[in-house]
């Protein structure tokens, strides 16, 4: 079983509309959770933390719920400009765990 | 403001010859430094970290080694390269305690041919 599991994508969606990621993970004395934004060809770049009571940053909205281990990030308002890889990290000690990532293609 | 340097950009080199990747941050002190790779259409994997001066975990046993001979400076070698080393490297520092997001150098893409 993978550390850190996301959907498998890609998800195309049309301008405007709302998306939801999925990641679970496997080791439960994980101590933070971030989701990161990959351009093609590029390195990731930080999205936002991830905090047990949730938070929000502007269109975006990330939940954690450490019992079943599971992280959530949710797009509103697809812009073209979101369009990119997103990957759910999680840290185990001094160490960053990367899921492999589910790829988001927005539509005009 | 802190900033990582990661060089060359891209990388073209011929089967057994030899690697040296180099990765230095600027604007902060005994950071947590890490070398991950990323195959075409996959995720990022973890080769080695490091948590101070000469101190190097690896991840995954393979040709490559690494070092970190000055507290902001990390170096990822080969003595022979394969083909399957081809990827995107990238150097990446964090915060000590493993609760802070990690930061990350634009990459250095190699093909070995």
């Known amino acids: 079983r993978k550390e850190v599991e996301q959907d498998p994508g890609p998800f195309n969606v049309p301008e405007g509309a709302t998306v939801a990621f999925n990641c679970t993970y496997s080791?439960?004395?994980?101590?933070?959770f971030f989701w990161y934004r990959q351009d093609c060809r590029k390195e990731p770049k930080l999205l936002m933390s991830v905090y047990s009571s949730g938070n929000e940053d502007g269109r975006f909205t990330a939940q954690l719920n450490r019992a079943s281990q599971y992280i959530s990030l949710l797009i509103r308002d697809s812009k073209l400009s979101d369009s990119a890889t997103y990957l759910c990290?999680?840290?185990?000690?001094?160490?960053?765990?990367f899921g492999p990532g589910t790829r988001l293609s927005v539509l005009p | 403001s802190q900033t990582i340097h990661q060089w060359p950009a891209t990388l073209v080199q011929p089967v057994g010859s030899p690697l040296s990747l180099e990765c230095t941050v600027e604007?902060?002190?005994?950071?947590?430094l890490y070398w991950y790779r990323q195959a075409a259409g996959r995720g990022l994997q973890l080769l080695f970290y490091?948590?101070?001066?000469?101190?190097i975990s690896s991840e995954v046993p393979q040709n490559l080694s690494a070092s970190r001979p000055q507290d902001r400076q990390f170096i990822l070698s080969s003595k022979k390269l394969l083909l399957s080393d081809s990827g995107f490297y990238l150097c990446?520092?964090?915060?000590?305690?493993?609760?802070?997001?990690?930061?990350f150098g634009q990459g250095t893409r190699l093909t070995v041919v």
């Open positions: 990290v999680v840290t185990y000690g001094q160490n960053f765990v």
């Open positions: 604007g902060t002190s005994n950071p947590n």
């Open positions: 990446a520092w964090s915060r000590q305690g493993g609760t802070t997001e990690a930061f």
């Open positions: 080791n439960s004395a994980s101590q933070s």
């Open positions: 490091s948590v101070g001066i000469g101190q």
